[in-house]
């Protein structure tokens, strides 16, 4: 079925696919799932590291973090799909999250579905973000039916901005803006945004 997607006023609703259950999705080496209560305590632990936050404007703690990740789990089961935990079967039970997400704050190129990652120091630099997102790229345009996917992020992290550049996103500096959630004067307002298209996804 699909449902209208709540959105802040002023901002027209997407029509988007709903399921009754959360929905799987699975590559090569990588398990797109709904989360499960054993995983909080590692997503506590990795949303304390500074290494994994450098890009944000704060640590989380413990009550932040069980939180977003409250607010996470209701989207998703709300949805069928959303922000998915991601494991590596046979490897990591739990290694963060990747998947696509309703952003929620005003912005003019709003409103949109955005993909996004994040995963603990143990799960870098294996291709995982990478296969992962694709994956949910895929079902966002061959299962949702959407045009177009976003990804943004701060200027200067490059390792999120890399994963973008091989999912073939595009970035050009007019969609570049200062978001809303982060505080005024805080060096990690300004934002870089990559578009996808469904048709430059669907030629790789």
Known sequence: MKTLLALPQGQRAL???TFGSVVELRTSRTL??????????????????????RYFSSL????EALGEAGRIR???ARRGWGVWALEIPGKLPFAGFVGLNVPAFEAPFMPTVEMG?????????????????????????EVLG????V???????????????????????????????VPEGHAFR?????????????RR
Do not use: C, I, K
């Open 190 to 202: 300004p934002h870089v945004m990559y578009r996808l298209s469904r048709s430059r996804f669907l």
């Open 74 to 76: 209701a989207n998703l």
């Open 146 to 149: 959407l045009d177009e996917l």
């Open 151 to 181: 990804a943004f992020t701060t200027v200067g992290n490059q390792p999120s901005r890399r994963v973008m550049a091989r999912l073939g996103m595009q970035h050009d500096p007019a969609d570049d803006f200062e978001h809303p959630t």
């Open 60 to 63: 989380q703690t413990e009550t």
């Open 117 to 141: 990652w994040r995963l603990p120091v143990a799960a870098w630099g294996q291709g995982w973000a990478s296969e992962a997102a694709a994956a949910a790229a895929a079902f966002g345009f």
């Open 32 to 53: 797109l799932r709904a989360w499960r209560d054993d995983d909080l305590p590692a997503w506590v632990a990795m949303n304390a590291d500074p290494a994994v936050r």
């Open 15 to 17: 029509a988007l696919p």
